[in-house]
């Protein structure tokens, strides 16, 4: 893994954004770039950092953790849910079948946990015993895993606006989702949350909780976005919560829970992010990827640019 002054040193190199007309018509999210190509899409993973429903900062080598970790998980889940991935041609880049995206987020959770005033923990502790319409047992503290994994989906919201919380009644009542398509939906999100919870235990970590963004791609149920990397999902050091149950964060929560310290939970403006921090959430990045894949994450050499040009 690179060292802290070799993250240090890769800081004025993070990417920011990206500009390849040769790709296709471009749209922007808060972490990467997508370029529409007919029934194809380009997405490329930026260096954005994003929490509170805002991009905060760059971290060094982001993008290539995120889009070689979505890849590494599509394969090993391809047997339980169909994904969108055609081709990952760089470490920045996924190759996508263009897909339906359905207008849900379903979000999947193994434990109780969270440090804002919207997590399902704030709002056990506060005597809130069905949060987001799941009813909970009593007797749960804080970072107790939840007798079996709970669906506690959102609506899909649009740039700049916050995701809301939705019941699975409403989703159906409301004709978002048919009640059919979505017993399938949760059957495959459970089935691929377990999966992820085996294979991090056995990397040394714990999958805590995570997002699935679904789609339709040509009338199949298919994965889509990115996959239980450390933007989209809540990841434990085991070792650290058998001993104390106060858990090493290997996910973006380190930076969140940062944040929190300061007194910031997402209004006004935000504390400037240090450079040291950066170099520091970028090792649990690349960490996560180490661990879980069981290889050592090697920084790309080829350079977007060049990638772009010689794309076709």
Partial sequence: MQTHSELLAALPSCIDGTSFDQLGTKYQGK??????????????????????DRVLGLIPYKGQVLTQLSKWWFERTRDLCANHLIESPHPNVMVTHRAEMLPVEVVVRGYITGVTDTSIWTQYANGHRAPYGVSLPEG?????QLPAPIITPTTKAQQGEHDEPITEAEIIESGLISADLWQEIRTKAIAVFQRGQQLAAEGGLILVDTKYEFGMINGELALCD??????SSRFWLAESYDETRNPTNFSKEFMREWYAAQGYTGDGVPPIMPD??????AQRYIETYE????????PSEKSLLQWAEDYR
């Fill in 276 to 281: 040291d921090l950066r170099a520091r959430i």
């Fill in 140 to 144: 749960l503290r804080k970072n107790d």
């Fill in 291 to 298: 661990k879980l894949t069981g290889e050592t994450f090697v």
């Fill in 226 to 231: 990115e996959m239980h990397t450390p933007d």
């Fill in 31 to 52: 972490v990467r770039d997508v370029y529409a190509q007919g029934d194809r899409l380009v997405l490329v993973t930026s260096d954005r950092v994003s929490a509170f």
